[in-house]
Each structure stands twice: as C-alpha cells, then as structure tokens.
C-alpha cells in the first residue's frame, strides 16, 4: 500500500491540498487530545513529511523509498566520523588497530545507549504503577499519561540510534587493519 493509499489523497494532490488533509488528520490524533494516539500522530507526521517535502515525494515518487536519510545514509555518516576520529586521536596508526578501536567505540556507544534505555524502561514501569494506584486526579493521571508519552517516544528514538549502531558495527563486517605489533621484551 502506498503512502497516497495511507493518507487517503490522490497521488496528484497538490501541495495544498496535502497539507490540508495533513492538519485534519493528526488534529484527530493529537496526543494533547483526550482521544489522541501518540503513535498515530508520528507515524502520519512522518508519511506527511515525504509528501510535503518535494524532493522527498519525488524520491518516493521514483522509487517507493520513504526516508531520504536511511539508516544505512545515517549510519554511513556517524561511522565516517568515528573513522576520523579514531584516526585522529591514534598515537601511532601503524602499531594502534585501528578497526578494533573503532569496535571498541562503537561498542562503547550501544552500551550507553542500551543503559539509557533501560532507565527510560524503568521510569515507565513506575509511572505505570503510580498511574494505578492514582485516584481521583484527572490533572495528575494526565501528567502520568505525558511523562509515558514521552518516555515511549524517548525509547522508540533510542531504539533507532540502536538500529543504527548495529548497522556501523555491520558496515565494518569483518574488516581487516594490518599493524605492527610491537614486541615489548627486547
């Protein structure tokens, strides 16, 4: 299904006209709304902005692809930074694996990430069981309903940044650095 069948617009609606139905549609699904669905509301957002976007709509156009910047494309550009900088910050690129220290960063930074994940994971499991034992507050269930949506949108974002690490550790495959290991007993 395309994103034209999605968003129920004709494939040569014009500018306007997508951006009509676009505020129509996430109005109906605002999270701030006492019905809103948080999850709807970013999906539409993100099919909106392809078709928003020329020359995102005319990539789609082409070639059915949604997202300009790939995970491969980000992945791509975080992992040429990192090359950089391990190459940098090298004492002595000919003895220093440089492959391995890229891992060893690389690995460093899912860790990171995975840790923060695991708090946000944490933090809702508690705002759940606040939320349940909550009586008769409609003010402060609505702010528990707040801190779970942004700590679910927090978790779907690490989840990609995840993604995209696991796709740099891929990218590096099984790649091979000569150096010269020295041989400090002599």
Not at 50 to 59: G, I
Not at 96 to 124: C, G, P, Q
């Amino acid at each position: 299904m395309s994103l034209y069948d999605d968003l129920n617009i004709d494939k040569n609606a014009s500018y306007s006209e997508i951006k009509e139905e676009y505020k129509r549609m996430v109005k109906s699904h605002h999270p701030d709304k006492k019905d809103g669905n948080n999850e709807k509301f970013v999906e539409l957002k993100e099919k909106f902005e392809v078709l928003l976007s020329p020359d995102r709509r005319k990539k789609y156009d082409e070639t059915g692809d949604t997202n300009v910047n790939s995970v491969e494309n980000q992945a791509m550009q975080q992992l040429s930074q990192v090359f950089k900088a391990v190459i940098e910050n090298s004492t002595n690129v000919c003895s220093d694996n440089i492959i391995e220290n890229m891992k060893t960063h690389i690995n460093n930074a899912l860790s990171r990430v995975n840790k923060h994940i695991d708090i946000l994971e944490d933090n809702k499991k508690k705002y759940i069981e606040v939320k349940s034992r909550m009586k008769n507050n409609e003010n402060l269930i609505s702010m528990i309903d707040g801190f779970l949506t942004e700590c679910n949108f927090n978790i779907k974002n690490l989840n990609k940044e995840v993604n995209k690490i696991d796709t740099m550790l891929k990218i590096i495959g099984n790649a091979n650095y000569e150096y010269e290991e020295w041989d400090f007993k002599t």
